[in-house]
């Protein structure tokens, strides 16, 4: 596609549910990062992909978190039962190969509100 | 490791007068630094970006920023505002040859009439 596209773009659920974030990447690009925004905490990273292997994922602040890509193209980010201090705006974002080089293209993000 | 400070959390301006928004990186590697935009209920945008060459780097928006080595700086500036110039603004750093940006917490700019 055009973009970086990121579904849903809202997501209520309730406290202990698992939840599926997904991200599909602009056609091509190799690189595909997972960034939380919390209000005031400017972007955590979670983690990375090149291709559908993940040589960083560093950020995923427990095992609660994981994530996949599949075809070196569509990834889906994973919460298992989720918390309220996992609420926030997860955003997506793709490159090409050599991401430092050429920066991110990001999606516009899914709002999760854990209730 | 690499990080980015922004000192500002918010800067209130009024429109037509300049901004500066503030960006410091903590190592003197060679970097690559970008800024970005996000704007209400959207994503992240790339302003501009440095990767060599002039240190003045023109971006969209009439944006643009200045690389300064030796204070390991990249600060943001507009000589004019308009109020559709309000969102936030990230800075961030790369070094080179690493596989990931590193964000600073964001800039919030409010535009007043």
């Known amino acids: 596609g055009a973009g970086v596209s990121q579904s849903p773009s809202n997501k209520v659920t309730e406290k202990g549910k698992d939840v599926e974030l997904r991200c599909d990447p602009i056609s091509g690009h190799t690189a595909l990062y997972w960034y939380r925004q919390s209000l005031g905490q400017g972007l955590e990273f979670l983690i990375y992909f090149q291709g559908n292997s993940a040589p960083d994922k560093s950020g995923l602040p427990s095992d609660r978190f994981s994530a996949e890509r599949t075809g070196g193209s569509v990834s889906t980010l994973t919460i298992q039962r989720t918390q309220q201090e996992d609420s926030a705006v997860y955003l997506c974002?793709?490159?090409?190969?050599?991401?430092?080089?050429?920066?991110?293209?990001f999606g516009s993000g899914t709002r999760l509100t854990v209730v | 490791a690499q990080s980015v400070t922004q000192l500002d959390s918010q800067v209130p301006v009024f429109e037509e007068a300049p901004v500066e928004l503030r960006c410091n990186y903590s190592?003197?590697?060679?970097?690559?630094l970008f800024w970005y935009v996000q704007y209400p209920n959207q994503g992240l945008q790339l302003l501009l970006k440095?990767?060599?060459?002039?240190?003045l780097v023109k971006g969209i928006n009439g944006f643009e920023a200045e690389f300064n080595k030796s204070q390991t700086s990249f600060h943001l500036r507009k000589p004019s505002v308009h109020i559709s110039d309000t969102a936030e603004y990230f800075c961030a750093v790369s070094d080179r040859g690493a596989d990931k940006l590193i964000f600073g917490t964001g800039t919030r700019l409010q535009v007043f009439p």
């Open positions: 190592s003197s590697v060679s970097v690559y």
């Open positions: 974002a793709s490159s090409p190969n050599n991401p430092a080089l050429y920066g991110y293209t």
């Open positions: 440095y990767l060599s060459g002039s240190t």
